[in-house]
């Protein structure tokens, strides 16, 4: 319906890679030794985090785009390598989907990322304000959301007010399908992102200025992906500054039934 032009073909090989990937580097780098994650499967007795790659592989499949097989198993590689190879304190700081995306972007000549793909409609804004409100809840990070979309509002706002245009303008500009995808899935990631509270707002509010400036001066419809690979180094900065604990997934375990039931 939104002539997104998806190719199975590439949609199964950026899953595939992700699990390969994925599979292949955690045995490489724990030398086989089977310790489990939290969501593992055991894999030739490794524990795989199939969760993980998952995520990242359908993010790469609703963002970029190419019509060459090896240029999405290349960007899927590159994103779930740099899980393993750019960590500090057993924590890695880029967003792996993001990262693939600027790679694939900047190493080939066959990929793109279409931000205007998902229209301005503002059912769509109420679907993933809707699916993102379920996943910020569990992970707690509705703060940073808050704080990048309360920011680039607010500079567009003043942007909008000294160039004189009308308000339609600035609320085509903040109901971008692309724009409320970035905010409410891939700015939030709790694994590469500042542990603290006071972190992750000012991490935020940099991200925002950041994509105001490159999309506005330089005129890049791709500020945002570029503004997050930017800063991601930012977060091994902040996490210094201000120590937190770094985020886990919550492990739920299923109900035992009494001897009287």
């Not at 160039?163 to 899935?185: I, N, Q």
């Amino acid at each position: 319906m939104r002539d997104w032009s998806l190719q199975p073909a590439i949609v199964a090989t950026a899953i595939l890679t992700a699990l390969l990937t994925q599979a292949l580097l955690s045995c490489s780098l724990r030398l086989c030794s089977g310790n489990a994650e939290p969501g593992g499967r055991w894999l030739s007795g490794v524990a795989i985090n199939w969760r993980s790659p998952l995520i990242t592989a359908l993010g790469l499949s609703l963002l970029l785009r190419t019509d060459h097989i090896a240029t999405m198993a290349f960007a899927t590689s590159i994103a779930i390598a740099s899980k393993f190879l750019f960590k500090t304190n057993n924590k890695h700081f880029f967003n792996p989907a993001n990262l693939g995306i600027i790679a694939a972007l900047t190493l080939t000549n066959d990929a793109w990322v279409s931000p205007g793909q998902w229209g301005d409609e503002i059912w769509y804004a109420f679907i993933f304000i809707g699916a993102g409100g379920m996943v910020l809840k569990r992970v707690g990070r509705w703060d940073t959301t808050g704080m990048f979309l309360a920011s680039y509002a607010l500079l567009e706002a003043i942007r909008n007010l000294y160039l004189g245009w009308t308000w339609d303008v600035w609320a085509h500009r903040m109901t971008s399908g692309s724009l409320l995808l970035f905010a409410l899935f891939m700015v939030t990631d709790p694994r590469s992102i500042p542990n603290a509270r006071p972190a992750r707002l000012i991490w935020a509010l940099a991200i925002a200025a950041l994509t105001f400036i490159l999309r506005n001066q330089f005129y890049l419809s791709t500020a945002v992906f570029w503004a997050l690979f930017l800063l991601a180094p930012l977060t091994i900065v902040l996490d210094k500054l201000w120590e937190s604990p770094r985020f886990e997934w919550k492990q739920f375990k299923k109900p035992q039934l009494s001897s009287a039931g």
